[in-house]
């Protein structure tokens, strides 16, 4: 097997990306509220990217009614997903910097948690917390960009699931309109299509991508 070294690493994504990419990236700090279906892929995603650091936060523990959508795996049943979705993340990318908070994010944590962050990936289930989530992290952080998900369930056409930039530093992505409890189900498929959107919408800010035609 070949010996894989940070140098080694870093080499093969300049031949893909090129170095200014790769500089912005790795020296870039990600934050994600929630890692279920959409956090999970986002971290994933951008660990591929080369993100050097991300802050992840998560209360809950893996569980098996997870596994059709979220990025764990059986063994890591019962395990924090901050400790889980860490472990998976270090296997793509040994010398990603991580935080992990496993509480709960509340109006008086937030602002503490992702302070360093000037960008935040809001990947809650609840519409309450999304809403409390927005509220703290626009109001309480103004040097942050918050990227949030909001309508990707049910069956219906991966191609309704766009970005929009709803405020200045606010990008909304999925449909806007289908909910688990309307339409009954989430799955894989487009909620990984939602997390994908959000997930390249922070590589464009992070790179400084014209943001207009959203």
Known sequence: METVTQKTLYLARVQRHGEEAVKKLQNACVGIAG????????AISLARMGVGKLVLADFDRVDITNLHRQHYFVDQIGCLKTEALADTL??????????LYPVRLTPENIP???GSCPILCEAFDKAEEKAML???????????????GSGMAGAGSAN????????KRLYVCGDGE????????LF??????CAGHQAHMVLRLLLGEDDSAL
């Open 35 to 42: 890692l279920g279906g959409l956090g999970s892929h986002i």
């Open 90 to 99: 270090r296997k793509i990318d040994p010398w990603i910097q991580l935080e």
């Open 112 to 114: 503490t948690i992702f």
């Open 134 to 148: 927005l509220e703290t992290a626009l109001a309480e952080l103004p040097h942050i960009t918050v990227v949030s």
């Open 160 to 167: 309704e699931i766009q970005t929009r930039k709803a405020m």
């Open 178 to 185: 289908t909910d688990v409890a309307e339409y009954g189900s």
């Open 188 to 193: 894989a498929s487009r909620v990984a299509v």
